[in-house]
T-cell receptor, first 113, second 115 residues
Framework: DQQVKQNSPSLSVQEGRISILNCDYTNSMFDYFLWYKKYPAEGPTFLISISSIKDKNEDGRFTVFLNKSAKHLSLHIVPSQPGDSAVYFCAATNAGNNRKLIWGLGTSLAVNP | EAGVAQSPRYKIIEKRQSVAFWCNPISGHATLYWYQQILGQGPKLLIQFQNNGVVDDSQLPKDRFSAERLKGVDSTLKIQPAKLEDSAVYLC?????????????FGNGTRLTVT
């Protein structure tokens, strides 16, 4: 049972345009969400997070939006750069599960020059 | 600061053999995690340590997998005997605490191939 779903396995975007990566979740108890980025042959790197008490968090070119009623979050990258090409994982957690991260399957982003 | 160190980077073994992975977390990080990542999937938590105590090992196949963090610093993960389905990348991560405001720092992983 996949509690965190990233329904798009891959996404291709032109350099300079916006990349939008989506994530849906089923567990209404999740109260904290994170995005990690992973390059080949490296471990995931923390990118940005958002608490369920907020609906938006911004860090430079990266913005995460949370729609609790739809159980949906999205990561926006503006403008996209070739170095952003990586696999992006959405993860969720809540106090009730000892803060264990529940991960999506990832979306592979390709930013074309 | 130095990152999470893992070794070896790659390992190829035959089924029924044993293998061990080593992890040295970021200095001062109390929480250490071992994850298994099968190709095309997200990381799956195998075990979480807080200092040298186990917090969560509910998804660790204890009949063949074991892990220890004896002095609350570095850790080893062992598989004995290995099965074909154990082929995966084994990631070690650490964080200062275990809470939600403490993002994980991952090592580069060990890619295990079981033939």
């Amino acid at each position: 049972d996949q509690q965190v779903k990233q329904n798009s396995p891959s996404l291709s975007v032109q350099e300079g345009r916006i990349s939008i990566l989506n994530c849906d979740y089923t567990n209404s108890m999740f109260d904290y969400f994170l995005w990690y980025k992973k390059y080949p042959a490296e471990g995931p790197t923390f990118l940005i997070s958002i608490s369920s008490i907020k609906d938006k968090n911004e860090d430079g070119r990266f913005t995460v939006f949370l729609n609790k009623s739809a159980k949906h979050l999205s990561l926006h990258i503006v403008p996209s750069q070739p170095g952003d090409s990586a696999v992006y994982f959405c993860a969720a957690t809540n106090a009730g599960n000892n803060r264990k991260l529940i991960w999506g399957l990832g979306t592979s982003l390709a930013v074309n020059p | 600061e130095a990152g999470v160190a893992q070794s070896p980077r790659y390992k190829i073994i035959e089924k029924r053999q044993s293998v061990a992975f080593w992890c040295n977390p970021i200095s001062g990080h109390a929480t250490l995690y071992w994850y298994q990542q099968i190709l095309g999937q997200g990381p799956k938590l195998l075990i979480q340590f807080q200092n040298n105590g186990v917090v969560d090992d509910s998804q660790l196949p204890k009949d063949r997998f074991s892990a220890e963090r004896l002095k609350g610093v570095d850790s080893t993960l062992k598989i004995q005997p290995a099965k074909l389905e154990d082929s995966a990348v084994y990631l070690c991560a650490s964080s200062p605490l275990g809470g939600r405001n403490s993002p994980l720092h991952f090592g580069n992983g060990t890619r295990l191939t079981v033939t």
